[in-house]
């Protein structure tokens, strides 16, 4: 599976974007997306995660509210809406996925995919 992420750039502070993941490969095949992303000198966190069949979502509690996961099987891509950015949430932003099926507790866990996409930066600065 290979994942391509797009729609990172520079946005001021309040502003929203929308990253776009779309899959290849075995991409059919796919049970679970997720987004994650990482900030200088910080750990990659996890972000939200989508989960098919079925449809279930999932969130880190720092982004509910403010980002929105979402998917289009027909075109075997996963999106993330972000909205009220904030300087923190400046990052690079992956995308993720897995072949296996993920019980929710584990949708967070960064152990759970097994492929990732290259990144997009995401910048919050006025």
């Known amino acids: 599976v290979q994942l391509q992420a797009s729609g990172g750039g520079l946005v001021q502070p309040g502003g929203s974007l929308r990253l776009s993941c779309a899959a290849s490969g075995r991409a059919s095949r796919t049970h679970a997306m997720a987004w994650f992303r990482q900030a200088p000198g910080k750990e990659r966190e996890f972000l939200a995660a989508?989960?098919?069949?079925?449809?279930?979502?999932a969130y880190s509690d720092f982004v509910k509210g403010r980002f929105t996961i979402s998917r289009d099987n027909a075109k075997r891509s996963v999106y993330l809406q972000m909205t009220n950015l904030e300087s923190e949430d400046t990052a690079v932003y992956y995308c993720?996925?897995?072949?296996?099926?993920?019980?929710?507790?584990?949708?967070?866990?960064?152990?759970?995919?097994?492929?990732w996409g290259q990144g997009t930066q995401v910048t919050v600065s006025s």
């Open positions: 993720a996925a897995s072949l296996d099926y993920v019980i929710i507790s584990q949708l967070s866990e960064r152990g759970s995919y097994d492929y």
């Open positions: 989508s989960r098919w069949p079925g449809g279930a979502t």
